[in-house]
């Protein structure tokens, strides 16, 4: 038995730690190719040149070490080759002395799904095994057009070895601090992908007898991986197990990424952008993959267009994001851009855009203040997006240094909830339609009424004995496994809040005969919502962040059953609009934080209180830090009829008030 080395996150990537911008993670070069703009930077034109030579100098990066920037990332392979990018690479090297000189840490951004073999090829003739094809053999190209990038399988062993010495160079020469991986995304059906989809049903389903009951099949020598049409009812047995084989694959090929970095040197940090969740109907949020990679990265990136803001019926927020980062205990780089309403996205154009976006982050866990817009180039490379003016320069400076004189505020941060929400693999997996939109109601419906609550994925479902209260939302396909564990909880008092066709499937979708719940019907513990009044209904393909019509309804029941399973919320917040957030968190030194977060930072909010549960017994001080504000005030503990009670008295953007 081999004992496998384990690894945490480095401390230096850990909550409060960072205030990072993107740092330009492609290469010149990318941009010559494309021929025209991407993420805003516009390529094709006759100054992207100037101002990128700009954004590597020295006086750029003293720069950004005194806007409180502490970590970026940078280019270092976009698939072209070690050869084919060798200069850039060059230049990324030089970029990190200067960038360490000035005290900001480096990640090297790695894409891992690109070949570009029009460069690649000069250096690895073979390259072309490396790819990923579909199910008729062609090649599988990124974004599904663009035929200059071909997608590489990362179950191709002299792939990935050619990957890891890729990594090698970035850790070894440039001597980055980090790797950023981008693009690892995985529907092959090459010939090794074949091989390894059949051992894996082959191990899963060993006996003539076992195959015939799951797939109909006397065996399992030619079964070939199904054409990648991901349905939203995924009834057919084949898709189900391919969509478990992927998952399961691309955590391994992860997995071995992670070992091989962390055995060159423990303290580079890994990320990787999953690519999940995002608002549009999509496999990508279908596949739920997370909970199995996320053990092999530190910092999770959460690339989206989810910009915080409220729109005249819609909350958009991060929070889901962050709240996935707290259950795996990563840290998240967030990344996101507004959305023009002529299409297109926009870097944040007010300021009060930009503080919102910063503290958002560090609200929700301390997680990294991020500007994933600065630096893009405007007025035609002379500023870029957040020196456009001086007061967007400011909010930005003033926030990252707030966060950089106040780390200590979240130091081993951990949060505080009592309230549950269970992503069940299969519901997502197989019955996405049905699933989705109830967890994102509940989700929304959690946040506009400021309950602090957390994430349980199914896979690390022993997480759940730390709650109170679960919700499970509309969770259609239970295993029985999960279903007895749901009575058992029940049955240790735990409240169970169910809604819709929970559990009326088992975990390959098919319907039981039975409830399986039976017995959790009827104790005062448990409530069974009729139908699903948290279900936010699909527009077209995307989900919006609004509140369910029923939203009361469901969080009057939620309240009713905090009291009968006699539990208490963290904090009461009283006197707020729904677009207040709150989150809890328990700091390594003991002391409490509570952080609110306006979501409508245009117009402070006033004479707000917190109504303190037990949990704050002990505490006799509050102080309150606001950015925007001179300095901490320490806040009156007042003892109220029935609890303890701090009033603040004006919300704009944001506050964390710290208890000791
Ligand atoms: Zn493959």
Request: glycine letters at 6%.
């Amino acid at each position: 038995v081999s004992k496998e080395k384990t690894y945490n996150p480095p401390s230096w990537v850990g909550p409060g730690k960072i205030r990072w911008v993107w740092g330009l993670w492609e290469p010149m070069i990318f941009y010559r190719r494309l021929g025209h703009q991407s993420g805003t930077v516009e390529g094709g034109t006759h100054w992207a040149e100037d101002w990128y030579e700009r954004m590597h100098s020295e006086e750029t990066v003293q720069w950004l070490a005194d806007l409180g920037v502490n970590c970026l990332t940078t280019h270092y392979y976009k698939g072209f080759g070690l050869k084919g990018e060798a200069h850039e690479m060059e230049r990324t090297k030089e970029f990190t002395e200067l960038c360490h000189k000035h005290g900001i840490r480096v990640f090297a951004y790695h894409q891992l799904g690109t070949l570009i073999y029009e460069t690649l090829l000069d250096e690895v003739p073979n390259a072309r095994d490396w790819r990923q094809v579909d199910h008729d053999g062609r090649t599988k190209l990124y974004g599904k057009t663009v035929y200059w990038r071909w997608t590489g399988c990362q179950q191709n062993p002299e792939y990935w070895a050619y990957v890891k010495k890729v990594i090698r160079q970035a850790i070894e020469v440039a001597k980055v601090d980090g790797i950023q991986y981008d693009g690892f995304s995985y529907e092959c059906h090459c010939k090794i992908c074949q091989q390894k989809f059949r051992e894996f049903l082959k191990e899963k389903y060993p006996t003539p007898e076992a195959s015939l009951a799951r797939f109909g099949l006397r065996t399992l020598d030619h079964v070939r991986i199904p054409p990648d049409n991901i349905q939203s009812k995924i009834w057919d047995p084949l898709v189900q197990e391919v969509q478990r084989f992927r998952r399961q694959a691309m955590a391994d090929a992860l997995r071995e990424l992670y070992l091989f970095i962390k055995e060159l040197n423990p303290e580079v940090a890994v990320a990787n952008n999953e690519g999940w969740p995002r608002q549009k109907m999509s496999n990508q949020n279908q596949v739920l993959n997370i909970p199995l990679t996320g053990k092999w990265q530190d910092v999770l990136v959460a690339e989206s267009s989810d910009f915080p803001h409220v729109s005249e019926h819609e909350m958009t927020t991060k929070i889901l994001y962050y709240k996935i980062g707290n259950a795996l205990d990563r840290t998240v780089q967030p990344t996101m851009w507004l959305h023009k309403e002529t299409g297109g996205i926009v870097a944040p154009e007010k300021p009060e855009q930009e503080r919102l976006a910063i503290a958002e982050a560090a609200a929700f866990g301390g997680h990294w203040a991020g500007a994933t817009w600065a630096l893009r180039p405007r007025n035609k490379g002379r500023n870029v997006a957040v020196n456009v003016t001086p007061e967007l320069e400011d909010a930005v400076g003033s926030y990252f240094n707030f966060l950089k004189d106040h780390e200590s505020l979240f130091e081993g941060a951990k949060p505080i909830a009592n309230v549950a929400l269970y992503f069940s693999y299969e519901s997502h997996a197989f019955d996405f339609r049905e699933t989705y939109p109830c967890v994102m109601g509940v989700k929304q419906i959690l946040i506009q009424s400021q309950v602090p609550f957390g994430l349980v994925f199914s896979d690390y479902r022993e997480q759940l004995e730390d709650y109170d209260i679960i919700i499970l939302a509309n969770q259609t396909c239970l295993s029985d496994e999960e279903a007895r564990l749901f009575i058992e909880l029940a049955e240790k008092g735990k409240g169970l809040l169910i809604t819709g066709q929970t559990a009326r499937h088992d975990e390959n979708l098919r319907e039981r005969g039975e409830d399986l719940l039976a017995l959790t019907r009827g104790m005062p513990n448990v409530i069974w919502v009729k139908g699903a009044p948290e279900c936010i209904p699909w527009e077209k393909d995307s989900l919006p962040q609004i509140l369910p019509t029923k939203a009361a309804e469901f969080e009057d029941m939620l309240r009713m059953l905090m009291r009968a399973v006699g539990c208490e919320l963290p904090v009461q917040v009283n006197g707020v609009t729904a677009c207040v957030g709150v989150d809890v968190h328990r700091l390594a030194s003991g002391a409490l934080t509570v952080h609110l977060l306006n979501y409508r930072n245009d117009q402070p909010v006033q004479n707000v209180s917190l109504l303190l549960s037990s949990r704050f017994a002990q505490c006799t001080k509050a102080v309150c830090y606001d950015p925007d504000a001179e300095g901490p005030v320490e806040l009156k503990i007042v003892e109220g009829e029935q609890s303890r009670i701090v009033d603040l008295y004006s919300l704009q953007t944001y506050a964390v008030i710290h208890f000791t």
